[in-house]
C-alpha cells in the first residue's frame, strides 16, 4: 500500500515537472511568435463616446460598459479589483406609461449600490463614499416623457459585455440587447470592424428568401476549415448561425460564451499562470483556421474547470444573407486536454475531443435556453466518419461524426423551448434531433 502511494505521488510530481518544463522550454518561443503579432492599441477613450443606443416604439435606450480604469476614474475606488463593472444606461421615454428598469435581466448578481459602497467605506477612509455611489446609480421609475440615466454595477467581463435592458409598465414590456466592447482588451474580434460590406464586394453578397434555396447554399459551403495555404483540411465546418450583435451573439454571450484573447505576451503568460494554478483563464487565446482565405472572424469559448477542457467555437461570415440576417459559418469542438506538436507554430496545442458532434449538440441544447432561438435544422456537411475509420484535423487529432451541419437561426424577440421550429431538412446528430420530435413539432 505504501509503495503504491510513493509511487503515485511520484508520477504526479513527474507529471507536474514535465508541465513545467514544457513551458519554460516553449514561452521564449511562444513570446517570440506572439510579440511578431501586430498589437491593437488600447482604446482610452471615454466611456461616453461609445455609446450603443436602440429605439423600440417611444423608448429610446443607450447603454455603455466602463473598462476598470474608467470606472476607477469615475468612482474614485477600483471596482473592478472586486470584480464589479459599472453599466451606465439611459432611458428616454416618450410613451404616456411610466417604465420600471430591472437589473437582475443585466446580471442576476447585480450589486445595489449600498452594498458595492459598504465594500469600499472601510479601505477607502471616504465619509462621502455612500452618497456618491448613490449619485451615480440608475433610479427607478422612468416616467412618461422622462428621462432617467445612471450605473447599474454588475459583475465585470472583459472583451465584450451582454447588456440586456428590460423594462417593464402595467401590460408593457420593452426589452433591448446590447453587444458593447470593453476597453483595454485584446479582442480577437471587434464587432465594428466586422461586416459584409468590408469583406465582400456588393454583387458577391446573396440574399436567401426561401428555405430550399438557402439549404442548398449552405450544403454547397466547404466541407472543412484549412490551413493559412488552403493546401490541408482541418476541423469539419460543422455550424451555421443566422444572426449578429442583436441577437445571436447576445445569445451566446447570455449562455456564458466569452470572447477569445489575442496571442500577445500577455495572454501567454496568463495562460502560463492558468496552467501552474489550476485556474480557469475565461479568455484564452485560440489558434487561427482559416476560410474564405483568412482566419476567424469571431472566436467564443466556454470555459471549463482548468484551462485544458473548454467548448470553444470560430466563426466566419459568409457572403450571404438569409431573410437580411446575416449568416456564420462555424466549426465547434470540445478540448480535453494539452500536447506538445510539430503541427504548430506555437508548438502545443489542445487536444480536442474526437467525438465531435456531442460539443455541437451541447450548443444546440444550450442555445435552446437562450431564448432566441427560433428555428433549427441540419444539412449536409462534411460527411459521415466513423469512430474505427476517423478522420484527423491539421494538428492530426482523429475525429469521428455523423457528417451534418447544424443551422441555428436566432431572433431578438423571447422565444419559448416549445415554440422553436425544427426544418424538416436532414435526419438526425447523435440523436439530437429524431424524426419524432419534428413529427410533433409539425403537428402542433
Known sequence: MLNRLISQGSHILQSRFRIIFMYLIITPILISCAATKPQTEIDITHYED?????????????????????????????????????????????????????????????????????????????????????????????????????????NFDEGLKMV???????????????LTDVPGFHADYHSKEISLDKLYLSEEIVDYIDEDSFRAALEALPCCVTNKKGTKNGDPLNLVVVGGVEDAFPALVRRGWRPTEQTTKTSILKMINSVMSGERYLYSPISPLYLYGRPQDFALQKARDSIHQRNHLRLWIAPMRFHGKAVWVGQISRDIGSRLTIHSPYLTTHKI??????????????????????????????????KDEPRGNLTTDPYYTDGFRAVLIFDSEPTALTEIEFLPWEGRVGGMVDQSIRENNNGK
Do not use: C, H
Not at 440586456?164 to 446590447?178: E, K
Not at 427560433?374 to 466518419?385: E, F, S
Open 353 to 386: 475531443d474526437p467525438d465531435v458532434d456531442e460539443a455541437l449538440i451541447a450548443l444546440i441544447e444550450d442555445m435552446a435556453y437562450s431564448q432566441s432561438l427560433i428555428k433549427m435544422g441540419l444539412v449536409k456537411g462534411v460527411g459521415a466518419a466513423t
Open 50 to 154: 461609445r455609446v450603443n443606443t436602440r429605439v423600440d416604439g417611444g423608448v429610446r435606450v443607450s447603454t455603455s460598459a466602463l473598462s476598470a480604469a474608467e470606472s476607477l476614474t469615475v468612482y474614485g475606488v477600483p471596482l473592478a479589483t472586486k470584480n464589479i463593472q459599472p453599466v451606465w444606461v439611459e432611458v428616454e421615454n416618450n410613451e404616456d406609461i411610466a417604465y420600471w428598469l430591472l437589473p437582475p435581466g443585466m446580471d442576476p448578481n447585480f450589486f445595489p449600490a449600498s452594498e458595492a459602497a459598504d465594500i469600499f467605506k472601510e479601505t477607502a477612509g471616504d465619509s462621502g463614499i455612500e452618497k456618491r455611489f448613490q449619485d451615480l446609480a440608475f433610479k427607478n421609475p422612468v416616467p412618461a416623457g422622462g428621462k432617467v440615466s445612471g450605473f447599474i454595477l454588475t
Open 164 to 178: 440586456q435592458i428590460d423594462l417593464v409598465a402595467s401590460g408593457q414590456l420593452r426589452s433591448f440587447s446590447f
